[in-house]
C-alpha cells in the first residue's frame, strides 16, 4: 500500500466524494485460497460474517483465509460514506472507508471471540489513522459487528486486552466498534483479492504488537 496519505481526519458528508451507484467492475466468481466463492452475499447456513479494518487489507487476508473454520475472506471497504468508492479515492481520505476484511466462518470450528484475538494480535490497535508507516484513515482499527453477540463480545476481548497491553507501554486502544449495518460494505477490485496468493513478495504491514489477548 504505497498509496498512503497523510490526511488522518474523517471526512464530513459535505467533504466526502460522491461516489456511484453500482459496482462498475467485476470480480472472479472463485476465491483463489480456499473452495468457496469470492463474493458471499450469501451467506451459507451455519455460517457467519465477521467484518475488520486492520491496515493494509493484503496481508489482512492473508492471515484470516489460512485460519481454520474460513469459508471464505474477501477485501473491500467499510464505515465510509462513498458509495461503492475506487482505491484511489478511499487512499484520498475523502470517502471516510476504511480497508476492510470480510471473513465468513463457521462458528462450530472456530469462534467469533477467537477471530477478534487474531484481529488483536496481527496489528497494533492503539496507533488511531495509520499502521506502521502507512498513514491515513483507510488504515483505522475497526470492527463492524452483525449482531448483537458479536457487539458484546468484541467489547469483552477489547476489554480484556487493554491491561495487557498497558503494561507493556502502549496507550488506549483506538478501534472503532460499530454496527455493520451502519456502514455498507463495498468489495474492493479484482485484483486486491487475494493479492498475496497472486504476488507472493507483495507488501504486508508488519506493526503488530507481539502481545497475545488472554483466552478464557
Known amino acids: 500500500m504505497f498509496f498512503s496519505r497523510t490526511k488522518t481526519t474523517l471526512p464530513t458528508a459535505d467533504e ?7 459496482q462498475w467492475f467485476p470480480l472472479s466468481e472463485k ?9 458471499t452475499d450469501e ?4 455460517h457467519q460474517v465477521a467484518l475488520f479494518g486492520l491496515g493494509c487489507f493484503w496481508g489482512a487476508e492473508e492471515i484470516f483465509w489460512q485460519v481454520p473454520g474460513v469459508w ?23 470517502t471516510g472507508h476504511t480497508e476492510a476484511v ?30 506502521g508507516n502507512d498513514t491515513g484513515t483507510q488504515y483505522r482499527s475497526a ?11 468484541a467489547h469483552e476481548v477489547t476489554e480484556r ?3 495487557e497491553l498497558a503494561k507493556r507501554g502502549y496507550g488506549p486502544i483506538t478501534t472503532e466498534i460499530r454496527p455493520a449495518a451502519e456502514t455498507p ?4 477490485e479484482d485484483h486486491h483479492q487475494q493479492y498475496l496468493l497472486k504476488n507472493p513478495f507483495g507488501y504486508r504491514c508488519h506493526s503488530a504488537t507481539g502481545i497475545s489477548v488472554p483466552r478464557d
Open 102 to 131: 470480510r471473513v465468513v466462518y463457521d462458528p462450530s470450528q472456530v469462534s467469533y471471540a477467537d477471530l477478534v484475538a487474531t484481529f488483536y494480535e496481527v496489528h497494533d490497535p492503539t496507533q488511531g489513522m495509520r499502521q
Open 143 to 153: 470492527i463492524y459487528y452483525e449482531t448483537p453477540e458479536q457487539e458484546r463480545v
Open 16 to 22: 466526502a466524494l460522491p461516489g456511484r451507484t453500482e
Open 43 to 46: 451467506v451459507p447456513e451455519g
Open 185 to 188: 460494505y463495498y468489495y474492493a
Open 31 to 39: 476465491h483463489r485460497a480456499l473452495d468457496a466463492p469470492l463474493v
Open 72 to 94: 471464505s475472506t474477501s477485501v473491500g471497504y467499510a464505515g465510509g460514506q462513498t458509495p461503492h468508492p475506487s482505491y484511489e479515492e478511499v487512499c484520498s481520505g475523502r
Open 161 to 163: 486486552y487493554q491491561p
